[in-house]
């Protein structure tokens, strides 16, 4: 017999990024980059974030745990992605000006 772990305040759609149930728009892996990058506590998250309730940021966390490989490929994804367009971006016009000015 196979059990299927539940994940209360988290969804995840078949192809889709698992998310909160209450706000779909914040996916776990936000709530992770959080954890990961600063090293916040669930307490100083939802202090940092006041939408968010504890126990979504609990479920999320836990959700993390369990699917590590999974969040962590999402991220690294994202970051990717993110380079590509920088590397693709003009420099700003400020940048260009301190540059030529030997500022920068």
Do not use: N
Not at 10 to 27: N, T
Request: proline residues 5%; hydrophobic residues 40%; charged residues 30%.
């Amino acid at each position: 017999m196979t059990s299927r772990v539940i994940y209360p305040h988290i969804e995840k759609a078949e192809g889709e990024s698992a998310r909160l149930q209450r706000i779909p728009r914040v996916r776990v892996a936000q709530i992770v980059m959080d954890y990961l990058a600063y090293g916040w506590s669930v307490e100083e998250m939802c202090r940092q974030h006041p939408y968010l309730k504890r126990s979504e940021a609990h479920a999320a966390m836990v959700y993390y745990f369990d699917r590590q490989d999974e969040i962590d490929g999402e991220i690294r994804q994202e970051w990717e992605q993110a380079q590509q367009v920088k590397s693709q971006a003009s420099p700003s016009p400020f940048f260009v000006r301190m540059k030529a000015r030997g500022i920068l």
